[in-house]
């Protein structure tokens, strides 16, 4: 079972001025397509502390999997994807590609969003919307397939060739 952690970027939520929908949003799908959620972290939209979160979520082998939600949009403070950025070691564009493609069957304004994706060490960072139906919609479209590329991220499966 592939351990994750939620990370809500959040200056209001982070001083209990707004509830954090979207991480139980994340954290009810997960639970119900086979993962740990491990851990839960809601911080504000501080560039360092959220580079400081991800690394030590990596570094320390804590969970496979981080879903970041929150600070992708065009807000001054929205600095999840450069917070980000600066802290993988290998980019995977793909994932928030078709979430961005996905949603935008729905909506125009996901053409807004800035989220990214990568590696640091042997943990997957991925970043969500802020907005729960947002969230919803595209870790519904993608969670089906984060099994198989955290099992070739870990190493325990080595086929991607579909029969």
Request: glycine share 6%; proline share 4%; aromatic share 4%.
């Amino acid at each position: 079972m592939f351990k994750v952690a939620i990370v809500c970027m959040s200056d209001k939520g982070s001083k209990g001025e707004r509830e954090d929908i979207s991480t139980q949003v994340i954290e009810r799908i997960m639970i119900e397509n086979g993962y740990e959620v491990s851990e839960k972290i809601l911080i504000p939209d501080e560039f360092q502390l959220i580079k400081d979160t991800l690394i030590n979520l990596c570094d320390n082998n804590l969970v496979d999997l981080i879903l970041t939600t929150g600070g992708t949009g065009f807000s001054k403070r929205d600095v999840t994807p450069e917070a980000t950025e600066e802290v993988i070691e290998k980019r995977v564009p793909g994932i928030p590609e078709a979430m961005r493609a996905y949603s935008l069957t729905i909506t125009k304004r996901a053409m807004l969003s800035r989220a990214t994706a990568g590696i640091r060490k042997n943990t997957l960072i991925i970043n969500m919307p802020g907005s729960p139906k947002a969230v919803e919609e595209s870790l519904n479209y993608i969670v089906s397939e984060l099994k198989h590329g955290l099992e070739i991220m870990v190493g325990s499966a080595s086929d991607c060739a579909r029969k």
